[in-house]
């Protein structure tokens, strides 16, 4: 058995925040964040959980297949700003709300990089004969678990949803052919919630509600990120013996125009090829991949049998990248 990528959808909250508006929060300005990032504006969600904005991509993608909902018999949700903090997890929370109260469901935690993890664990099972249709989410509701007193990450950071089918297939053109995904936890301290967990310095979530934001070096990480993302995209690329000039989409996490630029400029990828959707987006952390490939599908850009890149960088730090044709079904 083969694992193919069918469908996908995603969901982004109405209200938006502009970088005029949090020129009112912190000391920024527009320019700043336009010429360092290419962020215009994210998205914030209001009343709506990490699962409510989980359920309604995964509606979406699910309406976009001939695969029936009850033909569904694993989820698996990547998020760092999950409905609560240890359980339930929010897969269970989205697989109740979908109606599949019995399906297998867990969350995975490997920050940016959760959506390429996702899809590796539902390949693995599909390939192992164990499952046949997985749906696979990311989604995030950052704006929980941020600082809006810190200008270098409130600036970033957007809220949303994507999600994705994968489902068994035993034709080999169908099928996703290689990810790659790696983690180097000496980094940890780059990007993290400092409080909160059994490794905090605070006997309780409630001790110090400050180390329960995110934290991050980002020129550190910015450096790290470039150079990962760029060996990882080659590697996989060489294994699979294809030119980059053969891919349709590359796909990157959007986490900075700049990195995206650096990367693909490495690989001599076209504008054409280079799906950006940072500056209206921001960086959503595991929603941002499935938010993308929703973006070129939605504006007719993504045919069947097209090959995508994915590529992602994050918190762990985590990194991962994965060749995927367009298998709609
Ligand atoms: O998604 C997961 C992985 N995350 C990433 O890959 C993010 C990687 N990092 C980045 O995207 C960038 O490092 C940032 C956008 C976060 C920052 O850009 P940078 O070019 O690395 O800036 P910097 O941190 O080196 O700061 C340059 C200056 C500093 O001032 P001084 O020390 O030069 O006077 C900062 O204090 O910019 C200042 N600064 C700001 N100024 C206006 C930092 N944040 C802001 C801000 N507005 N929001």
Same mark, same amino acid.
């Given at each position: 058995?083969?694992?193919?990528?069918?469908?996908?959808?995603?969901?982004?909250?109405?209200?938006?925040?502009?970088?005029?508006?949090?020129?009112?929060?912190?000391?920024?300005?527009?320019?700043?964040?336009?010429?360092?990032?290419?962020?215009?504006?994210?998205?914030?969600?209001?009343?709506?959980?990490?699962?409510?904005?989980?359920?309604?991509?995964?509606?979406?993608?699910?309406?976009?297949?001939?695969?029936?909902?009850?033909?569904?018999? %694993?989820?698996?949700?990547?998020?760092?700003?999950?409905?609560?903090?240890?359980?339930?997890?929010?897969?269970?929370?989205?697989?109740?709300?979908?109606?599949?109260?019995?399906?297998?469901?867990?969350?995975?935690?490997?920050?940016?990089?959760?959506?390429?993890?996702? %899809?590796?664990?539902?390949?693995?099972?599909?390939?192992?004969?164990?499952?046949?249709?997985?749906?696979?989410?990311?989604?995030?509701?950052?704006?929980?678990?941020?600082?809006?007193?810190?200008?270098?990450?409130?600036? %970033?950071?957007?809220?949303?949803?994507?999600?994705?089918?994968?489902?068994?297939?035993?034709?080999?053109?169908?099928?996703?052919?290689?990810?790659?995904?790696?983690?180097?936890?000496?980094? =940890?301290?780059l990007l993290m919630t400092p409080n909160?967990?059994?490794?905090?310095?605070?006997?309780?979530?409630?001790?110090?509600?400050?180390?329960?934001?995110?934290?991050?070096?980002?020129?550190?990480?910015?450096?790290?990120?470039?150079?990962? %993302?760029?060996?990882?995209?080659?590697?996989?690329? =060489?294994?699979?013996?294809?030119?980059?000039?053969?891919?349709?989409?590359?796909?990157?996490?959007?986490?900075?125009?700049?990195?995206?630029?650096?990367?693909?400029?490495?690989?001599?990828?076209?504008?054409?090829?280079?799906?950006?959707?940072? =500056?209206?987006?921001?960086?959503?952390?595991?929603?941002?991949?499935?938010?993308?490939?929703?973006?070129?599908?939605?504006?007719?850009?993504?045919?069947?049998?097209?090959m995508m890149l994915l590529d992602a960088?994050?918190?762990?730090?985590?990194?991962?990248?994965?060749?995927?044709?367009?298998?709609?079904?």
């Open positions: 058995m083969y694992a193919a990528f069918r469908s996908i959808g995603a969901y982004v909250p109405p209200k938006v925040l502009s970088n005029n508006d949090l020129t009112k929060m912190v000391d920024t300005s527009d320019e700043w964040i336009t010429k360092r990032t290419g962020i215009k504006e994210r998205h914030i969600a209001e009343d709506e959980t990490t699962s409510d904005m989980g359920v309604k991509a995964a509606t979406k993608a699910l309406k976009r297949t001939a695969i029936d909902k009850s033909e569904i018999d %694993l989820i698996v949700c990547a998020t760092i700003s999950p409905d609560y903090f240890c359980m339930p997890s929010t897969a269970t929370i989205i697989a109740d709300k979908l109606g599949l109260p019995n399906v297998m469901a867990f969350d995975i935690s490997a920050a940016c990089t959760g959506f390429i993890y996702a %899809l590796s664990i539902a390949k693995a099972y599909i390939e192992a004969g164990i499952k046949k249709n997985v749906l696979i989410i990311g989604a995030e509701r950052l704006s929980k678990i941020i600082d809006y007193s810190d200008r270098a990450t409130c600036i %970033l950071f957007g809220d949303g949803a994507g999600a994705a089918i994968i489902s068994a297939t035993d034709n080999k053109k169908e099928a996703i052919l290689d990810i790659h995904t790696g983690s180097d936890g000496s980094y =940890a301290e909160g967990g059994s490794g905090s310095a605070h006997d309780s979530i409630r001790a110090e509600s400050a180390g329960v934001f995110m934290q991050m070096r980002g020129n550190e990480t910015f450096k790290i990120a470039v150079k990962t %993302l760029t060996s990882d995209v080659k590697d996989i690329l =060489a294994k699979n013996s294809i030119k980059a000039s053969e891919i349709s989409h590359f796909i990157p996490h959007q986490a900075n125009y700049r990195i995206i630029k650096a990367v693909g400029d490495v690989l001599e990828m076209t504008e054409e090829q280079v799906v950006l959707t940072v =500056a209206k987006y921001g960086n959503t952390s595991s929603a941002s991949i499935p938010m993308a490939i929703n973006d070129i599908y939605e504006s007719k850009k993504l045919q069947p049998n097209e960088f994050g918190g762990g730090l985590t990194w991962g990248s994965a060749l995927v044709p367009f298998s709609p079904k």
